[in-house]
């Protein structure tokens, strides 16, 4: 089983819609939660990240941790063609190392 | 600021060859620095990571080796290429000791194996 599992999608939506990305993982020393966005050849951006339980919100983005099912959630609202990209979770213990999910790719239609 | 910068951007290379793959970081001293690499529609895969000049710590054992000369400078090498090395390799650099540990990536390298 892997640390971290991510539907790789694809997903396409209509602009203007609200879009959710998941991850579940399974280690529960994870500690920080982080979502980066790729857009197609190039390096991955920090979009967000968090540490606890709860909601973090950074615009028309929300990033969502639920520590007791072991499940992370980013919601993109008012999606804009410009969102199109691949959206890779990550997370970790603390010190030094990342596990990505595997990243979904995303498409909005405009 | 900092800025990550890798060279190449694009490479082909034949099987069997050599490979030099250099990043640098500026802006920042004793950085975290790591090299992943990303297969076609897949997720990154850490190969190496270093928390200081000559300390490389291998997370996969391959025919790819890496190496910190300087303090900001990180080299991803392999003496003969297969095809199964062909992907796109992230450089990536961190806080030292900081968290959470977010880490910042490079524009990456197209390496294309033929």
């Known amino acids: 089983q892997k640390e971290v599992e991510q539907d790789p999608g694809p997903l396409s939506v209509p602009e203007g819609a609200i879009v959710s990305l998941n991850c579940t993982y399974s280690?529960?020393?994870?500690?920080?939660f982080m979502w980066y966005r790729q857009y197609s050849r190039k390096g991955p951006e920090l979009l967000m990240y968090?540490?606890?339980?709860g909601n973090k919100e950074d615009g028309r983005f929300t990033a969502q941790v639920d520590k007791s099912s072991k499940y992370i959630s980013l919601f993109i609202r008012d999606s804009q063609p410009s969102d199109s990209a691949t959206y890779l979770c990550a997370m970790s213990k603390g010190a030094q190392k990342l596990v990505f999910g595997q990243g979904t790719r995303l498409t909005i239609n405009p | 600021s900092q800025t990550i910068h890798q060279w190449p951007a694009t490479l082909v290379q034949p099987v069997g060859s050599p490979l030099s793959l250099e990043c640098t970081v500026e802006g920042t001293s004793n950085p975290n620095l790591y090299w992943y690499r990303q297969a076609a529609g897949r997720g990154l895969q850490l190969l190496f990571y270093?928390?200081?000049?000559?300390?490389i710590s291998s997370e996969v054992p391959q025919n790819l080796s890496a190496s910190r000369p300087q303090d900001r400078q990180f080299i991803l090498s392999s003496k003969k290429l297969l095809l199964s090395d062909s992907g796109f390799y992230l450089c990536a650099w961190s806080v030292l000791g900081g968290a959470p540990e977010t880490q910042y990536f490079g524009p990456g390298t197209r390496l294309l194996v033929l």
């Open positions: 270093s928390v200081g000049i000559g300390q």
């Open positions: 280690n529960s020393a994870f500690q920080y």
């Open positions: 968090t540490y606890s339980s």
